[in-house]
């Protein structure tokens, strides 16, 4: 400003980044000036920001805010705290029109306000707290909206089925937990033999196509290393893989993430039995993509830690994201909604909850498009609901106890994904078979030769190398038992013989592994180039 305009004008009002500088000359300097009343009008200010500055901005004021109170009880402070939760809940970044009334409470930013937290910072703004304890993790947020009875009632009803039982201890102790780094698989999750393992493995999955496909370009050299990622890497794309599922289960418009808290936020009586964790949810409301990533980012230590709850807080989250509405909407149920649960009796997930995470929609079954007519061609009287488009992840089925004209129907929805990753569920045991190569999903000519990965995320039997072969072979002349009668596809493989008998022993031969994949190339030759078979 000149100083003709100065002495015509006057001064002119502070903008934004004069609040700013002057609350760090505030802290630097150790004025008498109120902190409070200069953090509350700086936070204010963020609504005025605009998109482009907005993460460097929420970056830069974090930053300042802890270096600032370093030492200081900032929380002791009442009216302080109170006057900054009015308002950060005030705050609405670029979005002028208030949000539409539903189910959920608008969506509340939340800032770190703990001094005594340990804090690593980066430059791609990915702000992550090293907290261990649970505890301390609660401590660490303000914001959000506490949980109510009526809404807990409901989530322990549509995931256990009832207000009464609750969660096992395998569950609780479920998180999204890396291996360790000197592993083949620095990449993979750990799972173990319990219900939770196909809740983690969906993760898992969308974790492989952000590390494989995330990229703004891919090539040939960065799929091979995005099997050998840092921890910084395979953390970013872990964030990623938990804002995906989210915002995809909030049909790509807003979602709901789940935190929990130390205390419980309301009374009980014998309508609910606490559980420890459903009634100490706290509750954010997103309806941008972009801060949905900042919170996962700064708030990733809630879901990797065991005893954390972290696959309980997300499966809530997936459930709120969606709404319970749209949910048996999706399923069909009409009636006895109360009846129909997520977790089975051995709290292993369900159709509904496995289409609902990979998809995004909670339909019980794997086919394409709705089927309204039974086998003998009557109209049923509710449509059974499949898949409307091609999924990000698809999924492959085999179980021996079915019998071949009563099988899984898998509709091609899922066999041929958008990425080349599919969920294996073969005799009730869960996996994961992917390919670093993307063109395996929509060029033809890929499929003559290829390498899949298989992945169990457990302690033994974890990993595995697979080579697929569909290329004509010439046959070899080799002697057979007349009684077999073999025949041969044109990529030598067998016939299925005629006979039941015949064709159960055939069936034994073959592992299912591979029969899933089978499934999806008829007639492949599997090489699992010298490793036992284990599934």
Known sequence: MSETESAAGGQQPATDRDNLDRLLRIFNGGTGVSMGDKLVRAIEAQAVYDSTQETQYECELADIILAAFKGCRFRSLPETKIRLEEAKRKVTINDPTPPPTTRLPQRVKTFYMDPTMDMSS????????NLTTKSARARSMIGGTPITKETAIALRKITVGSTVHSFSRDWRKAALVFQDESTKYPWGLQTHRNGARAFILCFQAYLMKHLLFGKNYISSFATRNALKPSDFERRKALSSAICEILW?????????????????????????????????????????????????????????????????????????????????????????QDRFKFLSDNEECLPGLMNLVITGRATQFYHNGNIIYDRDGNLLPQPLKGMRERSNVGLLFWDKKEDDD??????????????????????????????????????????????????????????????????????????????????????????????????????????????????????????????????
């Open 406 to 535: 009563e099988r899984t129907e898998i509709g091609s929805m899922l066999k041929t994904p958008k990425s080349p990753i599919w969920l294996t569920l073969l005799n009730g045991q869960w996996g994961l078979l992917f390919s670093n190569n993307l063109d395996l999903v929509s060029d033809w000519r890929v499929e003559h030769h290829f390498d899949l990965y298989y992945y169990t995320g457990l302690i033994q039997n974890t990993y595995a190398i697979i080579t697929i072969e569909t290329l004509r072979v010439a046959k070899t002349e080799t002697p057979r038992n007349p009684e077999e009668n073999w025949g041969h596809t044109r990529f030598t493989r067998r016939f299925r013989v005629k006979t039941a008998v015949a064709r159960k022993r055939e069936q034994e031969k073959i592992p299912p592994l591979e029969q899933a994949i089978l499934s999806k190339w008829y007639g492949a030759n599997v090489d699992w180039n010298g490793i036992y078979p284990f599934v």
């Open 122 to 129: 980066r430059r791609d703004t990915i702000i992550i707290p």
């Open 248 to 336: 995809q289960a909030g049909s790509q418009t807003r979602c709901c993430l789940c935190l929990q808290q130390d205390t419980a936020f309301f009374d009980t009586d014998y309508t609910y039995r606490l559980d420890g964790v459903t009634e100490k949810i706290n509750l954010y409301d997103f309806k941008k993509y972009s801060d949905l990533e900042m919170f996962v980012k700064r708030h990733l230590s809630h879901f990797e830690h065991e005893n954390s709850n972290g696959c309980i807080l997300l499966l809530y989250s997936v459930i709120l994201s969606r709404t319970i509405p749209k949910i048996f909407e999706d399923l069909g149920v009409v009636e006895h």
